[in-house]
Structures are given as C-alpha cells and as structure tokens.
Nanobody
Framework: QVQLVESGGGLVQAGGSLRLSCSAE???????MGWYRQPPGKQRELVAT???????NYADSVKGRFSISREDAKNTVYLQMNSLKPEDTAVYYC?????????WGQGTLVIVSA
C-alpha cells in the first residue's frame, strides 16, 4: 500500500507560480509518479509524469510552463507551475504506479484568478 500526501495548492493570480509537492509514504521505490488534474465540471486529465529514470511526459496544455521533478531518496515528486492561467484551475491529484497498482492522493485545489 502506498499513501500519497500532497501539499502546495492555493489561490494565485494569473501569471503567477505555485509548486506542488507529493510524498509517497512507502518504503518501496515508486516506478512512475505524476500529476493529474480535474477542472470544475470536467474529467480528470494528465498533467505530467516522470519515471525513475527521469523520463518526463507533459500534456500539451502545460508544456513550457510546468516542470515535474522527483527526489527518489524521499519518494517525492514536485510540480513547478509557472505562468499560470485561469484554465489551470483544478483539483490536482498526485499519482504513483508501483507493481502495476495505481495510487492516488487526496487532491489539492489550485485556483488561478484572472
């Protein structure tokens, strides 16, 4: 079992920045960690993922603005979000994949005001 603890959400003006953090409370080395988001009234969507080998994948909508990174020693993944737009408003969920099982955090709310 892997528990994910997220932090860093909040309210920010358009053009601003936020950094999300997610720590996996597990003694295992997580294979893939990432972030998904669910905008109001919409389905959950991929934001970015990163493997243990630091291969990254980004949604087109965040490329060039968001950056994902991880500290394997801490089983922690970060999402640096710059040049935020109102359409980035969503609940952001941390995601981890370990031995074919998928785990989710509780979500952290990001609100970007115009």
């Amino acid at each position: 079992q892997v528990q994910l603890v997220e932090s860093g959400g909040g309210l920010v003006q358009a053009g601003g920045s936020l950094r999300l953090s997610c720590s996996a409370e597990s003694s295992f080395s997580i294979t893939v960690m990432g972030w998904y988001r669910q905008p109001p009234g919409k389905q959950r969507e991929l934001v970015a993922t990163i493997t243990r080998g630091t291969t990254t994948n980004y949604a087109d909508s965040v490329k060039g603005r968001f950056s994902i990174s991880r500290e394997d020693a801490k089983n922690t993944v970060y999402l640096q979000m710059n040049s935020l737009k109102p359409e980035d408003t969503a609940v952001y969920y941390c995601n981890a994949v370990y031995k074919a099982s998928v785990y989710w955090g509780q979500g952290t709310l990001v609100i970007v005001s115009a």
